[in-house]
């Protein structure tokens, strides 16, 4: 099964991976200084993405794919502050004491599967703490509560290789209500200076405050975007065409985000993994949302299985985790 999900990764990336998700040279964007709320942020996906598709036309089931194993990975572990973990199986991990590390939120099995397909070297992170977005903020209230966690899975790290470790490059992953601890540790000091990757699948809502998003639930998120845009880090987001009951869409904060850094969405096509069909691209600088079609349950959890190509093309070039090669 791993073998077959590796030729399936490889296959996909070349027919489509750098058609869309790299996307370079054509749909990059320019600058350009906000000025006020684009007609494009307020609008709602049109009725054309009101879409959905048959498990057999997907080819699988988003929600239940194929398990490839850990690869060169153990299984996951706990003795950290919160969640688990999974480190590479080799204990020479490490260089000069120092790892990489991505903590994902909500739906660490699904990441899980994606993940052992193209990383090789870094550790992941993955907690779950149930429905919506408040418990995923509530963990990380405290002002310290990051810094905890992050200290925890450096002695886990110790633990394992047996000599001291810390972290060099620390990113942040969530699908779906994953984004609420996303936004609680980018908002403060220590994750803001801390994090450098952030990858968001289909998961960033927020309120409205008159025709547009309420910009200040999700203030945090504008600013890393805009550190994106200039190269000092690196952001992913995806949406689907979901439209939720009473709050913003993920179409609609993810061109709230475009649009802050001085864009558009630039319409566009293309196959991506288990039957979803892009429809629109942003990319400026180290700063990348993908749209897509689809309006059900298959749709959002498709977009978990853009993480391999997503790890694999832009956070293993911009991080370059050293390869594990021996245990």
């Not at 993405?49 to 057999?56: E, H």
């Not at 749209?291 to 977009?303: E, L, Q, R, V, W």
Request: glycine content about 10%; some cysteine; aromatic content about 8%.
């Amino acid at each position: 099964m791993a073998a077959r999900s590796t030729v399936r990764s490889s296959a996909r990336l070349s027919a489509w991976g750098l058609a869309w998700v790299l996307c370079a040279g054509a749909g990059l964007a320019q600058a350009k200084k906000p000025t006020s709320p684009a007609s494009f942020v307020a609008k709602k996906p049109p009725a054309s993405t009101q879409v959905s598709k048959s498990i057999a036309e997907r080819g699988g089931n988003p929600c239940n794919t194929p398990d490839p194993g850990f690869g060169a990975y153990d299984k996951w572990t706990r003795g950290i502050d919160m969640g688990q973990l999974i480190m590479p199986t080799s204990k020479r991990f490490t260089r000069g004491g120092q790892f990489d590390v991505v903590f994902h939120f909500h739906g660490h099995e699904a990441a899980r599967k994606e993940w052992v397909t193209v990383m090789d070297g870094a550790v992941l992170v993955g907690i779950d703490l149930g429905l919506g977005s408040g418990p995923y903020e509530s963990a990380f209230d405290a002002p310290d509560a990051f810094a905890h966690l992050l200290a925890s899975v450096e002695r886990a790290v110790e633990k394992k290789t047996g000599r001291p470790a810390k972290a060099r490059k620390v990113g942040l992953s969530a699908w779906s209500a994953g984004y609420g601890a996303v936004q609680k540790i980018l908002g403060q000091k220590f994750g803001k200076d801390r994090v450098d990757a952030v990858v968001l699948l289909d998961g960033l809502h927020c309120g409205y405050q008159g025709q547009s998003v309420n910009a200040l639930q999700i203030h945090a998120f504008t600013n890393f975007a805009k550190e994106a845009a200039a190269k000092r880090k690196l952001m992913f987001v995806s949406h689907s065409s979901i439209i939720p009951p009473g709050y913003a869409s993920t179409t609609e904060t993810a061109n709230f985000l475009i649009h802050e850094v001085g864009g558009a969405p630039k319409v566009s096509s293309g196959q991506g993994p288990l039957g979803m069909d892009l429809i629109s691209r942003f990319t400026l600088g180290n700063f990348h949302v993908r749209g897509f079609s689809g309006n059900d349950k298959m749709d959002h959890c498709a977009h978990l299985s853009l993480y391999r190509d997503v790890l694999k093309i832009h956070l293993k070039p911009r991080w370059n985790t050293p390869r594990v090669t021996a245990p």
